[in-house]
């Protein structure tokens, strides 16, 4: 049964980078065709895709986001990663590593990790 | 960026009762929209994909319909695990986007 579990530190401090990291098991992040998703939950509010990176290594990520993140796959670990830099308040968030054969939507997910921003 | 609008807000029913929840696009998406379940504390679990196509292990009691900009999820007769937040999701066109959300509470 593949699992996933995103694991990282709950408090970072504005302007900083957010690092998480989700490791897979139960299958391979080299897995021909899957995609391995981050998406986040403000408080309180609705659900925001972050982006993606494909087990060829391509990647896509949600416009507004975009300037401030980077999603890579480390196959000698099995994990993907998601850093997201310059931080505000506005980035607490439960944070969601996700996957599925299709880049769009998702039926893999972990149980998410509470990110606060805060100094 | 395609905004989804859910409604109701909040749908107030009890075990047993059909309940029927919308979701409206700002553009067409085709059929590309999925539906969610989320319970407190819990991930998202994905219920249907491609407007009316089940996901794995979800019972026949739920169903999708629609195309273009206007999507309904059915679920048939509700059990007293269906009561949660419900989100609908397009992916006709990246930024892929959720709707706010119909939480189903019992009445």
């Known amino acids: 049964q593949v699992q996933l579990q995103e694991s990282g530190p709950g408090l970072v401090k504005p302007s900083e980078t957010l690092s998480l990291t989700c490791t897979i098991s139960g299958d391979s992040v080299s897995t021909n065709g899957y995609y391995w998703s981050w998406i986040r939950q403000p408080p309180g509010k609705g659900l925001e895709w972050i982006g993606y990176v494909h087990y060829s290594g391509r990647t896509s990520f949600n416009p507004s986001l975009k300037s401030h993140i980077s999603i890579s796959a480390d196959t000698s670990k099995n994990q993907f990663s998601l850093k997201l830099s310059s931080v505000t308040t506005a980035d607490t968030a439960v944070y969601y590593c996700a996957s599925d054969s299709a880049p769009n939507r998702w039926f893999l997910w972990g149980q998410g990790t509470l990110v606060t921003v805060s100094s | 960026e395609i905004v989804l609008t859910q409604s109701p807000g909040t749908l107030s029913l009890s075990p047993g009762d059909r309940a029927t929840l919308s979701c409206r696009a700002s553009q067409s998406v085709s059929i590309s929209l999925a539906w969610y379940q989320k319970k407190p504390g819990q991930a998202p679990r994905l219920l249907i994909y491609d407007t009316w196509n089940r996901a794995g292990g979800i019972p026949d009691r739920f169903s999708g319909s629609g195309s273009g900009t206007d999507f309904t999820l059915t679920i048939s007769r509700l059990a007293p695990e269906d009561f949660a937040v419900y989100y609908c999701?397009?992916?006709?066109?990246?930024?892929?986007?959720f709707g706010q959300g119909t939480k189903l509470e019992i009445k």
């Open positions: 999701q397009q992916y006709g066109s990246s930024p892929y986007t």
